[in-house]
Structures are given as C-alpha cells and as structure tokens.
C-alpha cells in the first residue's frame, strides 16, 4: 500500500474550503445588496420622473405657485381688504362686501412683499395693484390699519399687549322707554376695552339685549366707535 497521497486530493487546510465557500456567499450577498441598490435607485428615479410630470400624469400646482409667473400688465389701481395670509407666506385682500369669502377679484400679494412689509393676519392693507393674467397682484403697500408702512412694522404682537382697566365710559340709554339699556347703565355701566358675558336661560332676551346695545352704539357713538356683529346660530 502506498503511503502517497493522491493528486485530485485536496490539499492545505481542511477549512480552506469553507472560507472559499464563505466568501463565495459574502460575495454573492454583497453582489444582491448592490442589485437591490440599482432597483431602488431605479425606482426613485421612475417616482421622480412622475413627480415632475413624466409618465402622462401632471403634478399638482398650489394658487401661490400658479402666480410665480404672472406678467403684470395695465396702470395700477387703488385697493385694498383685509389680509388673509395661506401657510406657505403668500395672502389675499378678502372684501367686507363679500363676506371676506373667496373671490377671484381678489387682489394676491406675494411672499417677498408680505416680508418686506411686515404684513400680519387682518390687517387692513391699502395699495396699487396691476393687473395680470390670473388677477390683480398687489405691487406696492400705500397704508397699513390707516399708518404709515413702516410705522405699521413696529406695532407690536397681539399676544405681547398688556391689559388695561377701561377708563371712557360708553353711556348706551337712547330712549325713555327702553329700559334695557338704561339698566345696563345704572348697575353695569361698560367701558372702552371691555369684555363682557351675558348667562340667561333660554328666551329669555339675550338676543334683544344685544340688538338694543347695537342700536345704542350706531345711534350715539357712530363717529368714533365701528360697529361688528356677529350671531353664530341665533334665532332672528
């Protein structure tokens, strides 16, 4: 018998092999993480192709963005509203007339303008606007709450406002035989910044009671105080 080893034998270290083999699947899962990578990337490309409108399907485009390209053409006109500011720092000047509703008169003011400006939430905007191809776009601020802009720019922040006790008394008796409001003058006389809440049972004339109040102010304090009401599920 002979003590030689055979030719086809293996030779080395028995786990030689089995680091081959291991490396073998490292490879081969090295070279599936890579394929896997190339999918993926394949696949964003194909949702951003979507995205900007390859594939047949548009992407949507908000009413700011729609104006970016507007040309303004035509001789400025006076306007103004009550601004109304979207999340994305573009606004609109709503109208009283229309119930400060949605309207497509209604004149845009762009972000860069409503920064420069220092616009906020409900103010009351006065300007020259110019006519484009979507609508009116606001181009230059005259006033702001009846001030100057830049004047307007340093009212400080609602949130930041100190209370303060009222001091002018707002006399509401109009008529010797309405007792409602001469009442409210004897034993809860109001005054100017004041804040007040009527608690009653039901019919019992709290809509009365506030339409009498409306009627005092528009009758004796027309020129100095503005008058708003507002009745949320009232009965008329």
Do not use: Y
Request: glycine letters at 14%; charged letters at 35%.
């Amino acid at each position: 018998m002979s003590s030689d080893t055979p030719s086809d034998a293996p030779s080395g270290d028995p786990s030689d092999g089995h680091r081959r083999g291991g490396g073998d699947k490292h490879r081969r899962r090295r070279g599936g993480a890579v394929r896997g990578r190339v999918r993926g990337r394949g696949r964003r490309r194909g949702n951003d192709r979507r995205r900007d409108g390859g594939g047949g399907g548009g992407h949507e485009i908000d009413e700011g963005e729609q104006r970016k390209d507007v040309v303004l053409t035509g001789t400025p006109v006076e306007v103004n509203g009550v601004l109304e500011l979207a999340p994305k720092g573009f606004g609109f000047l709503r109208q009283p007339e229309k119930d400060f509703e949605q309207s497509k008169d209604d004149v845009f003011l762009p972000p860069e303008l409503v920064r420069r400006e220092g616009l906020r939430v409900g103010m009351w905007v006065h300007g020259m606007a110019r006519q484009g191809n979507r609508g009116p776009q606001l181009v230059e601020v005259t006033s702001v709450n009846g001030q100057k802009p830049e004047d307007a720019r340093k009212l400080s922040f609602f949130e930041e406002l100190k209370a303060t006790n009222p001091v002018k008394r707002i006399p509401f008796e109009t008529e010797p035989e309405r007792f409602t409001t001469r009442v409210i003058d004897m034993i809860s006389p109001i005054g100017r910044g004041q804040r007040g809440l009527i608690v009653s049972p039901p019919r019992s004339g709290k809509t009365t009671l506030l339409l009498h109040l409306a009627e005092a102010v528009r009758e004796r304090h027309s020129e100095n105080l503005h008058l708003i009401i507002l009745l949320v599920d009232e009965r008329r």
